[in-house]
């Protein structure tokens, strides 16, 4: 059985408190009252759009599906919210809802036929129709094409920063490779000249014990600084000179960077006959080189596969959209992402030990961050100080990140988390960074942003709900 709706009722809801008595009595007249349980969707997202949904009293939030999993983009308990069907004034679409809706607790719900209401809507306000449909349509183009440049150029910046830290590592450890290859071609010639007939089977084997020796000390050489290596080569060099050993200034430095000394090569000075003390010094120092070449290769390769960590990290692509995620984990992927931005800027990372793990979209945390520490790397011009903190208040988990940059301008303070605002130079910004993070922050993840700023720097707040 319909029920009945009484007009004067409708005004209560905050979406028709200006309708006159003849438009309440025609929405009374074709609206129904639909009851919905905790956790049942009036309206699947993609299926025709055939209602208006008005809340009438519960709580409703608004679902978009994204890679095949549901995604909460807001929620609200006011008598009014409305969804569904939202475009039902623009003619000659094929429409299909774009959203789900799901009752978060016993709701009901005012259901307008679609058609009949986009109809109406045109009669009663053609001027506002014509101009809301044409801000829908443009809008909708604008955004689409804006946020794929976004994405774009985040994409860009990440991937030039990415492969200016990848090339590093890559170059380092294809000139220790070429380096690599000499010194062990060299180590086999002087091993050939050491048993050429020249020592015994004994003193060779105790100049191999002598060069495990060596090589198990370069692992465990001290650090020395740069006066203390200098002074290191010139004794060792005088030493190597003093007994014609050829090229030992350069065989100093190599030796002395494995932590090997005047004293120790002494052991090498009695163990093999008079003449051969170069040959032996020098088969031993292709063994030094060639260890701390193998450690060159072996830093290069780990830091490569830091960097690839990193990236994976940063787009959790191989993980669950939602999750319960370290947030330390994920503000280190992203500074690694970002690390060519922040060339010439200290970062100061102060990250709270305790800190729980927090259920979330870790991927679009990220996007958070980035577009965040992007914005503060701006302000600073390249030089200043970064802070990033994480702390725990309560059943609050908070996330600062602060500058040392000129700060926001008053009037722009009111204004940072428009769509499409930016004080950035034309070409170089879109408006949408800090309205994207807004939205997942407090849309998707129930928490909060707040902006501390002074001429001192800026500091972003944000605060996620633990459980």
Known sequence: MRTELEPASLQRLFLFESLDEAQLAWIAEHADVVDASAGEDVCREGDPARCFWVLCDGEIAVIRTVRGDDVEVSRSARPGTYGGATEAYVEGEDLRYKHTLRACADSRFLAIPARDWGAKLREWFPLAMHLVEGLAVGMQRSSTAIGERERLLALGSLSAGLTHELNNPAAAAIRATESLRDRVAGMRHKLAMLASGK?????????????????????????????????????????????????????????????????????????????????????????????????????????????????????????????????RVLLKSTVTMLSRKLEGITLVKEFDPDLPQVPC????????????IDNACSAMDGAGTLTIRTRRESDTAVVEIADTGPGIPAEVRPRIFEPFFTTKDVGEGTGLGLDISWRIVVSKHHGDIRVHTSPAGTTFEIRLPLG
């Open 199 to 327: 020592l015994d089977g004994a003193v060779v084997a105790q100049l191999v014990e002598l060069q495990e020796e060596a090589v198990l000390g370069v692992a465990t050489a001290p650090e020395l600084t740069a006066m203390q290596t200098s002074d290191a080569e010139d004794e060792l060099g005088d030493w190597l000179d003093e007994r014609e050993v050829g090229g030992a200034w350069d065989l100093a430095a190599v030796l002395v960077a494995g932590g090997l000394d005047a004293e120790w090569l002494g052991k090498v000075e009695r163990t093999v006959p008079e003449g051969t003390l170069g040959a032996a010094v020098r088969w031993i120092a292709y063994a030094v080189e060639t260890e701390t070449l193998m450690g060159e290769i072996t830093d290069a390769t780990a830091r490569i596969g830091t960097l690839v960590n990193a990236a994976r990290q940063y787009s959790q692509l191989d993980r669950a959209p939602y999750q319960a995620s370290d947030l």
């Open 361 to 372: 979209f870790p991927a679009e945390l990220n996007q958070v961050w980035t577009n965040i």
